[in-house]
């Protein structure tokens, strides 16, 4: 697929979900992906990515803000507690708040810099032990103790089991961030992002279907 492709696809959702049409922001998930890659889709207009590692992110966004504007640059991995300063200055969304101990140093380093990425808090909703996020049990708690220490928090994300259905998962996440107040949604990802717009997603991350399959060797 291209990106083109992929927009259209996430019109036709938006327009059968009876939702405006752009009201769902992409993020172009530039991991692992090679620079020359990336350029083509930065010329083609699109302005939001997503990257899963700070280093990688670090190595490769400064180069290109210098020369296309207004690009954003989402950070949708696990943030290690010795990335955080580095982080705080990169991205302009963190999507992976999945700990007290995390966002009590997000919160100390928001601070010292006079700037805060928007977050998102990652919610573990299959309650996987391979993977990260807050359990749905403690997510309320979690989210009134991100909001004590003034965290931008918008909205939540989500990466259900590979081997359920997605649209339970994004259905508990909208209930989790709607009894918190919370109006973001990440969730839904190449193979599934049209059943996520259809759930309310805010924000869908793909990767592959645009910039062709990743070689991690």
Known sequence: MTLSVINSK??????S???AIGSTQLIAVSKVQPNERVLNVLEHGHKVFGENKVQEAHGKWPMFRENFLNVKVH????????????????????????RLKLAQKLSNEVQAQGKAPEM???????????KSGIMPREADQFISDCFSLDLPIKG??????????????????????????????????????????????????????????RDYS
């Open 156 to 213: 939540l994300m989500v990466i259900p089991p590979i081997y359920e259905e997605p649209s339970l998962h994004f259905g508990l996440l909208r209930k989790i961030a709607h009894r918190n107040g919370l109006s973001g949604l990440s969730m839904g990802m190449s193979s599934d992002f049209e059943s996520a717009i259809a759930m309310g997603a805010t924000h869908v991350r793909v990767g592959s279907a645009i910039f062709g399959e």
């Open 10 to 15: 996430i019109k036709k959702a938006e327009k």
């Open 75 to 98: 950070l949708i991995g696990p943030l290690q507690s010795n990335k955080i300063k580095q982080a705080v200055a990169l991205f302009d969304a963190i999507h992976t708040v999945d």
């Open 17 to 19: 979900a009876g939702i």
């Open 120 to 130: 998102f808090i990652q919610v573990n909703t299959g309650e996987e032990k391979q």
